[in-house]
C-alpha cells in the first residue's frame, strides 16, 4: 500500500439525487438526474472548481417524501423533487449560489455559515478559474456595420420608396429564419409570439431537442397564453444515452410540424432549434424546403431558429436574420444562464 498523501480534486457544487424506491412514490430519481445534467449543460465541461456536478446515490437515509437531493457543500437537504424544482436547484443553487428557500427541510450548517467550497477547506493548490479573453475576444470580430441612421430622409431615400411602392404586392406568408452564433434567435421568435397574441393570431411552436419535461419561461408564459407550445426532444445531445431516440424524437418533431403547417389552423408556426436537424443530417435540406414549397399555406409564417442554417434553407426564406455574438457576459464576464433572461 502506498505511503504517499491522498489528494482530492478541487470542485464546485455537487448535487446528489435518491434513486430508492422506498420513497421516491411516482417520480423517477434517476430520470431527475439526467434532467439536472441537462440543465447543466456545457457547464459540465468548465474547469474545476467552476465545476456542478449531478450524482444518483442509492439512498440518502430519509426513506418519505421523496425523491431528496443535497447539495454540497452547503449540505443543504431538498424534499418532493419534480421537474419544476430540480430546474430552480441546478440555476439558482447549483450555478448561481442562491438556495431555493421554499423546497429546503433540513441545513447541516446555519445560515450564512455554510463551509467554503471544498479547495479552500482542503488547503488544495488554487485552480485557475475560467480564462476569460475579453478585450481580444472583441478586438479579433469584425467591425460592427454602421447603419447610417439620420434625422431627416433624402431625396435618394424618398425615390426609392416611391418604386418600391409602385411594385408592392399583397399579403404573403412568410418563411422567416434566425439564425448565426449570437444570442437571440428564440427570444426574437418569441417576441413575435408575443406580439401575433397580442393580435389574436393562433400560434403554434414546436421546440426540437429540448427537454419535452422543461418548463423554460417561454413555455410558462405560453401556458398562461394558451398558446400551443411543445417540445420533442431529450434535451442536449451531448448529453444524450441514446442519440437514435434523439433523432427519433426530432423526427418525430418535424412530422408534428408538417400536420400543423399543413393544417389551416395557424396563422403562425413557429419552429425553434429546427436547424440543427437538418446540420445533423437527419433531415434533408432539400426536402424540407420542398415540402415547405409544397404545401405551406399561402398566408401562414413559419419561423425557423438555430445556428448553421443550411444554405438551402436560407435561399428559400424571404427573410433572414444572423445573429453574430459581439459580446456575450459568460465569455467576457463569466456569468451564466440567469432567469428571465435566459430561460
Not at 467552476?50 to 426513506?63: A, I, N, P, Q
Not at 441545513?107 to 479573453?133: F, K, S, T
Not at 413575435?192 to 410558462?220: C, P, Y
Request: with cysteine.
Amino acid at each position: 500500500m502506498s505511503d504517499a498523501p491522498l489528494t482530492m480534486r478541487a470542485y464546485g457544487r455537487h448535487l446528489f439525487i435518491c434513486t430508492g424506491d422506498q420513497c421516491n412514490g411516482d417520480a423517477d430519481g434517476a430520470a431527475l438526474a439526467q434532467y439536472a445534467l441537462e440543465q447543466l449543460g456545457e457547464r459540465r465541461k468548465l474547469r474545476n472548481p467552476e465545476r456542478v456536478k449531478c450524482s444518483t446515490v442509492s439512498c440518502l437515509g430519509v426513506c418519505q417524501r421523496g425523491p431528496i437531493a443535497v447539495v454540497y457543500p452547503e449540505g443543504i437537504w431538498y424534499s418532493q423533487l419534480d421537474h419544476d424544482l430540480v430546474e430552480q436547484i441546478v440555476q439558482a443553487h447549483l450555478i448561481n449560489g442562491e438556495p431555493v428557500e421554499a423546497a429546503i427541510f433540513h441545513r447541516l450548517y446555519p445560515v450564512d455559515q455554510e463551509p467554503e467550497y471544498a479547495p479552500a477547506v482542503r488547503g488544495d493548490q488554487a485552480v485557475n478559474p475560467i480564462e476569460l479573453q475579453h478585450d481580444q475576444a472583441v478586438e479579433q470580430l469584425e467591425p460592427i456595420v454602421v447603419a447610417g441612421t439620420q434625422l431627416h430622409s433624402t431625396e435618394e431615400k424618398q425615390r426609392y420608396r416611391e418604386q418600391v411602392r409602385k411594385l408592392r404586392k399583397g399579403k404573403k406568408g412568410l418563411v422567416i429564419v434566425n439564425t448565426g452564433n449570437g444570442k437571440g434567435k428564440t427570444s426574437a421568435a418569441l417576441g413575435v409570439m408575443t406580439r401575433a397574441w397580442g393580435r389574436d393570431l393562433k400560434v403554434k411552436v414546436i421546440q426540437f431537442l429540448k427537454h419535452e419535461n422543461a418548463k423554460f419561461g417561454e413555455s410558462r408564459a405560453a401556458a398562461k397564453m394558451e398558446i400551443e407550445f411543445g417540445g420533442t426532444g431529450d434535451g442536449f445531445t451531448w448529453t444524450s444515452k441514446d442519440l437514435d431516440a434523439t433523432k427519433a424524437k426530432a423526427l418525430h418533431g418535424w412530422e408534428l410540424a408538417k400536420t400543423a403547417i399543413s393544417s389551416n389552423q395557424y396563422q403562425i408556426v413557429i419552429l425553434d432549434e429546427f436547424t440543427y436537424v437538418m446540420a445533423f443530417g437527419w433531415l434533408d435540406v432539400n426536402e424540407v424546403v420542398a415540402w415547405l414549397a409544397t404545401n405551406k399555406p399561402e398566408l401562414l409564417h413559419v419561423i425557423i431558429t438555430g445556428r448553421d442554417a443550411p444554405a438551402a434553407l436560407i435561399e428559400h426564406a424571404d427573410l433572414v436574420t444572423e445573429m453574430r455574438e459581439i459580446k456575450h457576459p459568460f465569455t467576457t464576464q463569466g456569468i451564466r444562464a440567469q432567469i428571465g433572461i435566459d430561460f
